[in-house]
C-alpha cells in the first residue's frame, strides 16, 4: 500500500524557472492538501482541494497554482521559481475534510537559486 | 497566519528519560492532534484527541487535551533511540482546518 507518493524527492531550479510537484493517493481519499515545511515555522498550508473537482487557497497560496487531476492526482505547481520558495513541500489527504487523520507523503525537497 | 505555540522547540535528553511538550492557543479547538516526523518523511498521526480533559495513550506516549481546549500536553516515558524526530501539534479549528505548531525536535545524547 503506497499511501501518497509525491515526486521528484529532490529538485534544483534557477529562479524563473517552472516546475510542477506531483502527488498521488491510493486510499480513495477526497480531501488532498500541499504544504511547505521552512524551518521554525511548522507547515503552512499552500492549497487544498476539499474534494474532486474543486479547489481553495490556503495561508500562503501567492506563486502556487494547483491542478486537481482527478481523484487520486493533485499537483503543484510553481510558474515562475523564486529563491523565497526554497522550502520543503508535502502533499497530504484525507478521507474527507471532516477527517481530523491526514496522511502524507515523504516530501520534496526544493531549492530555488 | 495562525499558529499554534509549541514548546520547547528542542529537547536534548538522555535515553531513558521521561519526555514532556505541549501545545497552547489563544483559540478553542475541537480536536487536538500529535503528529511525529522522522528524518526525511512526512508527519506521522500519532495521538488523536477529541474531548476537553482526554488524556489518551499510545505505547509510551501519552497526551491530553486541555480542560480550556486552547491546550494539548505530549508526554513520552523512557525514551529510546528511534524517539528521536520532530513532533508537532496540530488543532482543528471549526471549519475542520489543522493549525500547527512549529515543532519540538527531540535529540537523544548519546
Known amino acids: 500500500n503506497a499511501g501518497v507518493t509525491q515526486t521528484p524527492k529532490f529538485q534544483v531550479l534557477k529562479t524563473g524557472q517552472s516546475m510542477t510537484l506531483q502527488c498521488a493517493q491510493d486510499?480513495?481519499?477526497?480531501?488532498m492538501y500541499w504544504y511547505r515545511q521552512d524551518p521554525g515555522m511548522g507547515l503552512r498550508l499552500i492549497y487544498y482541494?476539499?474534494?474532486?473537482?474543486?479547489?481553495d487557497k490556503g495561508e500562503v497560496p501567492n506563486g502556487y497554482n494547483v491542478s486537481r487531476l482527478n481523484k487520486r492526482e493533485f499537483s503543484l505547481r510553481l510558474e515562475s521559481a523564486a529563491p523565497s520558495q526554497t522550502s520543503v513541500y508535502f502533499c497530504a489527504s484525507r478521507y474527507r475534510a471532516l477527517d481530523e487523520k491526514l496522511f502524507f507523503g515523504s516530501g520534496t525537497q526544493l531549492s530555488v537559486l | 497566519g495562525q499558529q499554534l505555540n509549541q514548546s520547547p522547540q528542542s529537547m536534548f535528553i538522555q535515553e531513558g528519560e521521561d519526555v514532556s511538550m505541549n501545545c497552547t492557543s489563544s483559540s478553542i479547538f475541537n480536536t487536538w492532534l500529535w503528529y511525529k516526523q522522522d528524518p526525511g518523511e512526512g508527519p506521522v498521526l500519532l495521538i488523536a484527541?477529541?474531548?476537553a480533559g482526554e488524556l489518551t495513550s499510545n505505547g509510551r506516549l501519552t497526551a491530553q487535551f486541555g480542560i480550556t481546549r486552547k491546550d494539548s500536553f505530549l508526554n513520552i516515558s523512557a525514551s529510546i533511540p528511534s524517539d528521536v524526530g520532530i513532533y508537532f501539534c496540530a488543532g482543528s479549528d471549526s471549519n475542520y482546518q489543522l493549525i500547527w505548531g512549529a515543532g519540538t525536535k527531540l535529540i537523544i545524547k548519546p
Open positions: 486510499m480513495n481519499h477526497n480531501s
Open positions: 482541494s476539499a474534494s474532486e473537482g474543486t479547489t
Open positions: 484527541l477529541y474531548k
